[in-house]
């Protein structure tokens, strides 16, 4: 499938079924903790970057065959609300289901008035808030020019008052940057105005676009939840298992590490298999080159392993050879 993956553990959505409705880092940020690597296209203009009838269809199948999903998520490898189809696609996925809508989004958006009005019909919406000045804002989050925290603050703001649904605001903590005294409390003030029904906290915890997005240690995210606010919490790691049935497994792998960087405990709890089989499984996609194995807090990871990167191998294997 092109638009939808999954279902994928998720620490806040349970197993979530993924549409991914924009090209891969097509995004109004380019965060320094983002897990899938740097913007390549940075914008803030809203296009019709899929057909809405194909993504239905995708949807459609695979509602159809994966019973085991909590939700259907539009997130995926770039910010969702850049495509102008969103609201139409969410209103077309309600009509044919009652499994619940999830958005995440990154928020910056939320400002205007047609992005606003096609998140309605979701049951919860997840935006993120990293920095509550534009200073720590360009250090996290390297905007896209145009951008401004306090519009993105405001725009948060304005969607609390005409959205009934649930808003489950992520904070992403990040060592040097925002744990400070300062921001934090300029954070608290924001939260305590936009109203957030959830606050999510985290850090770090795959591997980060740039090597200074650090993270913090359990102590102290415990100890910044305890300051912000009694909604808030810490997301813990994902453990449930489910017994999974896909038919393609290598090509669901493949389709995964697109998005983030992945275990072989998540391939484990997904396809309701052991550890060490899924080792097995995500070894022989790193011996045919498909994904590519990474490091990160001394844990191991696996990512896709893009074009220009297995011609490269390719081409030092040849001039070995030679």
């Not at 549409?19 to 983002?34: A, E, F, G, Q």
């Not at 239905?56 to 910010?79: L, M, Q, R, Y």
């Amino acid at each position: 499938m092109k638009y939808v993956y999954g279902p994928v553990p998720s620490r806040r959505l349970n197993f979530s079924l993924g549409v991914d409705l924009v090209p891969y880092k097509n995004c109004t940020l380019d965060c320094i903790y983002c897990q899938i690597g740097r913007t390549t296209h940075k914008s803030v203009e809203r296009k019709s970057f899929a057909p809405i009838e194909n993504v239905i269809k995708e949807i459609k199948k695979s509602i159809s065959e994966v019973h085991a999903i909590n939700f259907i998520t539009f997130s995926g490898s770039g910010e969702p609300t850049l495509n102008s189809d969103i609201g139409t696609i969410i209103n077309e996925v309600k009509k044919m289901t009652s499994i619940p809508v999830a958005v995440l989004t990154n928020g910056t958006l939320l400002f205007r008035e047609d992005v606003q009005k096609d998140l309605l019909k979701a049951d919860v919406v997840l935006p993120s808030l990293d920095a509550a000045s534009q200073r720590i804002f360009r250090s996290i989050n390297r905007p896209h020019g145009s951008l401004k925290i306090e519009a993105v603050i405001g725009g948060l703001k304005q969607f609390r008052k005409i959205y009934n649904g649930q808003i489950w605001l992520e904070i992403m903590l990040l060592r040097g940057l925002n744990n400070n005294n300062g921001e934090l409390h300029k954070l608290k003030k924001a939260v305590s105005a936009i109203k957030p029904d959830k606050i999510h906290l985290n850090t770090s915890s795959r591997p980060p676009s740039e090597i200074f997005a650090i993270p913090l240690d359990l102590f102290e995210l415990t100890t910044i939840k305890n300051f912000l606010n009694n909604n808030c919490e810490v997301i813990a790691d994902f453990h449930k298992k489910r017994p999974g049935r896909i038919k393609d497994v290598d090509n669901f792998i493949i389709e995964m590490t697109k998005r983030r960087p992945i275990t072989s405990l998540d391939i484990a709890n997904i396809l309701g298999i052991s550890e060490a089989n899924a080792e097995k499984i995500l070894a022989k996609l790193e011996a045919v080159r498909k994904i590519k194995e990474t490091h990160y807090e001394n844990k191991k990871y696996y990512s896709i392993m893009m074009e220009k990167q297995q011609n490269a191998l390719e081409t030092i294997n040849e001039s070995e050879k030679n």
